[in-house]
């Protein structure tokens, strides 16, 4: 089992940037790959960025250039830094842990962009 606690959403103004953590409760070099996905009201939950045990990372075209993802293993903590957010960024931020057999969630966070 592993548990993931995310931080850093908020509300934000568009052009403006956010940093969420993702903290797992297991060692990230358990899991094959750690990312974010999102959820925007009434559609379906589409990959946001990822980073493999490697540190191979990618990410959507609708945030390249304009997301980094990054993984600190001393603290089992993954990073999604944001930049030039704009209102169809607006969701649910997921991340996810998974190993070869399972995909572990956390609960969430929510991300408002808005003047």
């Known amino acids: 089992q592993v548990q993931l606690v995310e931080s850093g959403g908020g509300l934000v103004q568009p052009g403006g940037s956010l940093r969420l953590s993702c903290t797992a409760s297991?060692?990230?070099?358990?899991?094959?790959?750690m990312g974010w996905y999102r959820q925007a009201p009434g559609k379906q939950r589409e990959l946001v960025a990822s980073?493999?045990?490697?540190?191979?990372?990618n990410y959507a075209d609708f945030v390249k250039g304009r997301c980094i993802i990054s993984r600190d293993n001393a603290k089992n903590t993954v990073y999604l830094q944001m930049n030039s957010l704009t209102p169809e960024d607006t969701a649910a931020y997921y991340c996810?842990?998974?190993?070869?057999?399972?995909?572990?969630w956390g609960q969430g966070t929510q991300v408002t962009v808005s003047s």
């Open positions: 297991r060692s990230i070099f358990s899991s094959v790959a």
């Open positions: 996810y842990y998974r190993t070869g057999a399972y995909d572990y």
């Open positions: 980073i493999s045990r490697s540190s191979n990372t």
